[in-house]
């Protein structure tokens, strides 16, 4: 495995060589929770990659659907799932546990960790809660064939089936279809309630960044107004919050290892075919040669008026802030996370103040090793109703 941890690095690899770096390394976990690979995110890149990614770019989570199904954001679907979150939440934990066949496959077999075993019968529990979720509603939709499309699930069941300009099949079997699934569920909702939960964690730790992001929720929504969605691109201090979380606290894992599909040279150095490259964004995240206090919850480095602000989108344009990924395998779920964590976040802080429980003074900085960073303790804060002064209840995110 070749680790690159410098924007320069990151741009040869993503930029200068994307055809020899287009398919991802498969981890043997990842295989056995994606119906063997038959996921867009473990696919590799080819035909079958590219029409499962454009029904799920322009079919599924395009801006046009995602104003259809405005209820997911809110709420409702797969995300309202118990055993559904939960189930999502251990497979992401098993999918950064570092796992021995990875490295030296002919050991797969032996399953030395055990981890490989837990990963299947975790996927077996998660499949018998898709494929209920599914036909249950099938079940629903017998009969409404012109009904208005309202959520992610019924898009993806219109999708099913039918061909594309090229006559491609959008989603040919029951397990791409399956796939298509897990790949806006597993996607969907971890990274960002895990993201938010930091942005909490932070905002509770500074009370001046805690207070400007008030106060410009007050002047851009209004006291008495809640939280619409054309309210998000006013927000510009909150955004700034939103990607200085995503700088500090995307996952160790956060882009998975790519192969080299053909000998290359990388910055001097000769790749073979077939090694694994991985790009560590953590450490380009935190690296002082690319930002003033690296460890420091700055937000304010992300204003379009700082002079670096405006360069760091969520699309990867620089190779310095690459939450999302970059180039051909940036994350195609990215306009949906950014909206979703945006939204949520503004509602909670718009219409809450928040406190820690009595007692508690030092918030817990400490994360797991995973896809994504997850907190060690879970966040525990009190809300009060902002405009009402009512005594709050302790939510546990
Ligand atoms: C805060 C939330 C999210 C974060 C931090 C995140 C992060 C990422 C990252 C880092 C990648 C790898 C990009 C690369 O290798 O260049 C990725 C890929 C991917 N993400 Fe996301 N993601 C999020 C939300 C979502 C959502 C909401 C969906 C779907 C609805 C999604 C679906 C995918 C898929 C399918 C891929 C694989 C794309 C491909 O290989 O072509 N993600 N994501």
């Known amino acids: 495995m070749i680790v690159v941890s410098s924007p320069a690095l990151a741009k040869e690899v993503i930029q200068a060589h994307k055809s020899t770096f287009s398919t991802r390394l498969a981890p043997v976990v990842a295989k056995i929770f994606s119906y063997d690979g038959n996921e867009v995110a473990m696919l590799p890149y080819g035909p079958d990659w590219a029409a499962m990614r454009k029904v799920l770019a322009r079919e599924v989570i395009s801006n046009q659907a995602l104003d259809a199904c405005r209820a997911l954001r809110e709420g409702a679907v797969l995300a309202g799932i118990r055993e559904y979150r939960q189930a999502i ?131 851009v929504v209004g006291p008495n107004n809640v939280v619409e969605e054309h309210h998000l691109k006013e927000l510009n201090y909150l955004n700034a919050v939103v990607k200085e979380t995503c700088r500090l606290h995307v996952g160790i894992m956060g882009l998975t290892p790519r192969l080299a599909g053909q000998p290359c040279t990388i910055g001097g150095y000769h790749i073979p075919k077939g090694a694994a490259v991985f790009v560590n964004t953590w450490a380009i995240h935190r690296d002082p040669q690319n930002w003033a206090e690296p460890l420091q919850f700055r937000p304010e480095r992300f204003l379009d008026s700082c002079e670096d602000g405006p360069r760091f989108d969520f699309m990867g344009s620089s190779f310095q802030f690459l939450p999302f990924g970059s180039g051909r395998r940036v994350c195609v779920g990215l306009n949906l996370a950014e909206r979703l964590m945006k939204y949520v976040l503004a509602s909670m802080l718009h219409s809450f103040e928040w406190k820690l429980p009595d007692g508690e003074e030092k918030l817990d900085f400490s994360d797991k090793l995973g896809v994504v960073a997850k907190k060690v303790k879970p966040l525990v804060a009190i809300p009060f109703p902002r405009r009402l002064g009512k005594l709050g209840c302790e939510v546990q995110f």
Do not use: Y
């Open 89 to 219: 939440g251990e497979m992401t934990v098993l999918l950064g546990r570092p796992n021995v066949s990875d490295a030296f496959p002919l050991l797969t077999r032996f399953d030395l960790q055990g981890i490989q075993g837990q990963a299947t019968k975790l996927a077996k529990r998660f499949d018998c809660i898709i494929t209920s979720v599914i036909e249950r509603r099938l079940k629903d939709l017998e009969g409404k064939e012109g009904m208005v499309f309202k959520d992610l699930l019924q898009i993806l069941l219109q999708v099913q089936g039918r061909a594309d300009a090229t006559g491609r099949l959008l989603s040919d079997s029951f397990l791409h279809f399956k796939g298509l699934v897990l790949d806006v569920a597993s996607g969907g909702s971890d990274p960002a309630t895990t993201l938010i939960e930091w942005a909490m964690t932070e905002l509770l730790n500074d009370e001046k960044v805690m207070t400007k992001v008030v106060q410009e929720l007050d002047q």
